[in-house]
């Protein structure tokens, strides 16, 4: 659906997102439409030969990211290795956690960055979507 991204914490909207699920229910797609900064998008599925969900993250700028993970008690947790997050030569680690909020609606999405490949870890970036209300005529 159609969702308003906040920091969270914070009521002052950063994005919008769409995300749908494509593909007979195989697929989870977003599109991320922040008010600065790059856009971007991800495509989600779950690979059944590794038992893990995998995704691909394209920007703004030239390349893709891959993430991989699985499901934990009421969420998601997908890692992957970020070339340049950190600076020009400064690769990380982001492991992205998703935990819906049953009450709302809404998904939290906390980002932790490693530079000591996962030892230690770090926020990076926090955010809620919650969904837009769906018109009605």
């Given at each position: 659906g159609e969702w308003t991204v906040f920091p969270t914490g914070s009521e002052s909207k950063v994005a919008d997102s769409k995300i749908e699920r494509l593909y007979n229910g195989c697929?989870?797609?977003?599109?991320?439409?922040?008010?600065?900064?790059?856009?971007?998008?991800?495509?989600?599925?779950?690979?059944?030969?590794?038992?893990?969900?995998?995704?691909?993250?394209?920007?703004?700028?030239?390349?893709?990211?891959?993430?991989?993970?699985?499901?934990?008690?009421?969420?998601?947790?997908?890692?992957?290795?970020?070339?340049?997050?950190?600076?020009?030569?400064?690769?990380?680690?982001i492991r992205m956690t998703y935990t819906p909020n049953e009450l709302d609606g809404s998904v939290r999405q906390f980002g932790q960055v490693s530079y000591d490949e996962g030892l230690t870890w770090a926020p990076s970036f926090d955010f809620t979507y919650v969904p837009k209300k769906k018109e009605t005529k």
């Open positions: 697929a989870i797609r977003e599109n991320w439409m922040p008010l600065r900064g790059n856009d971007g998008g991800s495509l989600s599925g779950y690979n059944p030969a590794t038992g893990q969900w995998e995704q691909t993250w394209i920007g703004s700028s030239a390349g893709q990211i891959y993430f991989e993970g699985q499901p934990f008690r009421t969420g998601m947790v997908l890692t992957g290795t970020w070339p340049d997050v950190g600076g020009p030569g400064r690769d990380g680690l």
